[in-house]
Nanobody, 114 residues
Framework: VQLQASGGGLVQAGGSLRLSCAASGIIFSAYTMGWYRQVPGKERELVAS???????NYADSVKGRFTVSRDNAKKIVNVQMNSLKPEDTGVYYC?????????WGQGTLVTVSS
């Protein structure tokens, strides 16, 4: 299983970024795909997820600002992040979950400057 995340970078507060995660080695359409964020000293937390059926779930802190989407044909999950805040800073990890089996990507750093 490989999850290749991309799209992180440095952005000013109020700006936007789009993270993408390309998956291989899994039956992508069957998996719930998610984006998690981790900052030093804290546990990794769910930011957004999308089920195989297209249902979405967001952390309260990002509702209305982030949009998660998936393309099953291309095996890609994206998260569009708008109106970014300094507290959105962290390493973002792509996750693929199926039947309690978790697979993680390598993480991409997002830094939001104030």
């Amino acid at each position: 299983v490989q999850l290749q995340a991309s799209g992180g970078g440095l952005v000013q507060a109020g700006g936007s970024l789009r993270l993408s995660c390309a998956a291989s080695g899994i039956i992508f359409s069957a998996y719930t795909m998610g984006w998690y964020r981790q900052v030093p000293g804290k546990e990794r937390e769910l930011v957004a997820s999308i089920t195989s059926g297209g249902g979405t779930n967001y952390a309260d802190s990002v509702k209305g600002r982030f949009t998660v989407s998936r393309d099953n044909a291309k095996k890609i999950v994206n998260v569009q992040m708008n109106s970014l805040k300094p507290e959105d800073t962290g390493v973002y990890y792509c996750n693929a979950n199926f039947a309690r089996l978790n697979n993680w990507g390598q993480g991409t750093l997002v830094t939001v400057s104030s």
